[in-house]
């Protein structure tokens, strides 16, 4: 039977309904809605990347990750986002980014799940079998490249993710600015996680603002749990979808100012 409700309550249970079934799709029209979000799955079947703590390809937590990124976004707002990858097919880094440039994507995000150097690795037993790991260091890393053409509007979207990132309870790590072999990252925004590596052929190759999301240390035995809890993967791709929407909704408002008509969006360079 349904009784009625006092109005605190009924706020408190509709407060709960919306954190537990997330925010209702925003509906776009214009250049917002038109704008194509190229997202890419970090390696494939044959190249997973990085292994877990427990043994998981890299590619696994990518592939999850990345198809909860696109349904974020679509219920931002940008029904144009894509997998660009669905069926890893192990794509050249650089082949990507061409593929992206084919596509003609407003912007291309590449989702990724982070390791750490081997002398940090440790050998232990997990299920009977052996694993290596790393409890040292845990956090996500947002990484964009100088080499992009759009490298200032590159670095905007990186720190527009970091914010929401942070702002939805996640925290960065800065073991890539360890000055090591194989580190020794220039990090640019330590409140955001936000690095500049040059090197990196799919952030460079773009001819779009790109930026590449490590979302967390999988070789972390605890983080690698956390990393697959359904809820909290959810909360960090919708983190991730609304930078990018935010980032995107930005470059609108700076068309607008300089055309009557914006039927594209264009990004103004930001001082590196």
């Given at each position: 039977?349904?009784?009625?409700?006092?109005?605190?309550?009924?706020?408190?249970?509709?407060?709960?309904?919306?954190?537990?079934?997330?925010?209702?799709?925003?509906?776009?029209?214009?250049?917002?809605?038109d704008a194509v979000v190229a997202v890419d799955v970090g390696h494939g079947h044959k190249r997973p990347g990085a292994t877990s703590a427990r043994g998981?390809?890299?590619?696994?937590?990518?592939?999850?990750?990345?198809?909860?990124?696109?349904?974020e976004l679509h219920?931002?707002?940008?029904?144009?986002?894509?997998?660009?990858?669905?069926?890893?097919?192990?794509?050249?880094?650089?082949?990507?980014?061409?593929?992206?440039?084919?596509?003609?994507?407003?912007v291309l995000v590449s989702i990724h799940h982070d390791s750490v150097?081997?002398?940090?690795?440790?050998?232990?037993?997990?299920?009977?079998?052996?694993?290596r790991y790393c409890d040292r260091f845990a956090g996500y890393s947002l990484f964009f490249s100088a080499k992009?053409?759009?490298?200032?509007?590159?670095?905007?979207?990186?720190?527009?993710?970091?914010?929401r990132l942070r702002d939805a309870g996640f925290t960065p790590t800065a073991h890539h600015a360890e000055p090591i072999r194989g580190e020794n990252r220039e990090m640019v925004d330590p409140q955001r996680g936000v690095y500049r590596y040059d090197g990196l052929a799919v952030l460079g190759r773009a001819a779009m603002p790109a930026v590449l999301v490590?979302?967390?240390?999988?070789?972390?035995?605890?983080?690698?749990?956390?990393?697959?809890?359904?809820?909290?993967?959810?909360?960090?791709a919708r983190a991730i979808a609304q930078g990018v929407a935010a980032f995107l909704e930005r470059a609108v408002k700076k068309t607008a100012r300089s055309t009557a008509s914006p039927r594209t969006l264009s990004f103004e360079p930001t001082k590196m």
């Open positions: 039977m349904i009784r009625s409700m006092r109005p605190r309550r009924l706020f408190a249970v509709l407060f709960l309904a919306v954190l537990a079934w997330g925010l209702p799709a925003v509906s776009r029209s214009g250049p917002l809605a998981v390809p890299e590619y696994r937590f990518n592939l999850d990750m990345a198809r909860l990124v696109v349904e219920r931002a707002g940008l029904p144009k986002a894509f997998l660009l990858d669905p069926t890893g097919a192990d794509i050249p880094p650089a082949g990507r980014a061409r593929r992206a440039n084919r596509d003609k994507a407003a150097q081997p002398q940090y690795l440790e050998d232990w037993i997990v299920e009977g079998r052996r694993g992009n053409p759009k490298a200032g509007p590159s670095l905007d979207m990186a720190k527009a993710i970091g914010e490590e979302c967390g240390v999988i070789v972390n035995r605890d983080e690698e749990t956390v990393l697959t809890d359904p809820d909290r993967r959810v909360r960090q």
